[in-house]
């Protein structure tokens, strides 16, 4: 069982930069890949971004490439997510996930078998 919290939510202006974390327990959790979907209003959880546990690759989804960075740091059990450039249409709620097995179908939400609670993230113009 891997328990997964996320931290760094918040409100922000069009043009900010927010930074999420994430602490997973439980497991190694060098083992696993992780990572990020959010979940705006009336809309279905989409994939953000996403790391294998080597750091090796990484992956995004087209409305956040370049302005979000997913990182991690094996040693504190945490996995990041910078987003830079803040948007209006950024706003939802965030949630950090874990993932065992091949680096393969990241974006897809059914991956992933441990997910945290969320963080609400709220962007203005």
């Known amino acids: 069982q891997v328990q997964v919290v996320e931290s760094g939510g918040g409100l922000a202006q069009a043009g900010d930069s927010l930074r999420l974390s994430c602490v997973a327990s439980?497991?190694?959790?060098?083992?696993?890949?992780m990572g990020w979907f959010r979940q705006a209003p009336g809309k279905e959880r989409e994939f953000a971004a996403a790391?294998?546990?080597?750091?090796?690759?990484?992956d995004y989804t087209d409305s956040v490439l370049g302005r979000y960075t997913i990182s991690r740091d094996n040693g504190k059990n945490t996995v990041y997510l910078q987003m830079n450039g803040l948007k209006p249409e950024d706003t939802a709620v965030y949630y950090c996930?874990?993932?065992?097995?091949?680096?393969?179908?990241?974006?897809?939400?059914?991956?992933?078998?441990?997910w945290g609670q969320g963080t609400q993230v709220t962007v203005s113009s």
């Open positions: 996930a874990a993932a065992g097995g091949q680096y393969v179908n990241m974006r897809q939400a059914s991956r992933y078998n441990w």
């Open positions: 439980g497991r190694t959790f060098s083992g696993y890949h």
């Open positions: 790391i294998s546990w080597s750091s090796l690759y990484t």
